[in-house]
């Protein structure tokens, strides 16, 4: 039974940094693409950051330079450092795990099959 379990989130004034935490379990991280996505009111779920097992990442053009995805293996967790936060980061964000045959990195919230509750970031 796959689970994802994202903590981290809250507020935080324009310019300022959080970190996201999402601890998965109930799959082996080797042969498998996590990635983090946020939701805001009215709009599409957007891909941010996404990485896989052999250590590649990509990031969408909004917010690179200013989020770092990462894993750890000893925690079991996926890690979202985001910096130089403005309001229009405010959003609800998911942690997400690709699993299966195919893991090749992905921004498309389609390819992903196992998703967290989210974690509110607002950022004033």
């Known amino acids: 039974h796959v689970q994802l379990v994202e903590s981290g989130g809250g507020s935080v004034q324009a310019g300022g940094s959080l970190r996201l935490s999402c601890v998965a379990s109930g799959f082996a991280y080797s042969g498998t693409c996590m990635g983090w996505f946020r939701q805001a009111p009215g709009k599409e779920r957007e891909g941010l950051a996404t990485?896989?097992?052999?250590?590649?990442?990509t990031y969408a053009d909004s917010v690179k330079d200013r989020f770092t995805i990462s894993w750890d293996n000893a925690k079991n967790a996926l890690f979202l450092q985001m910096s130089s936060l403005q309001p229009d980061d405010s959003a609800m964000y998911y942690c997400?795990?690709?699993?299966?045959?195919?893991?090749?990195?992905?921004?498309?919230?389609?390819?992903?099959?196992?998703w967290g509750q989210g974690t509110q970031v607002t950022v004033s």
């Open positions: 990485i896989n097992s052999d250590g590649s990442a």
């Open positions: 997400a795990a690709r699993t299966g045959a195919t893991w090749s990195l992905s921004l498309g919230a389609s390819d992903y099959n196992h």
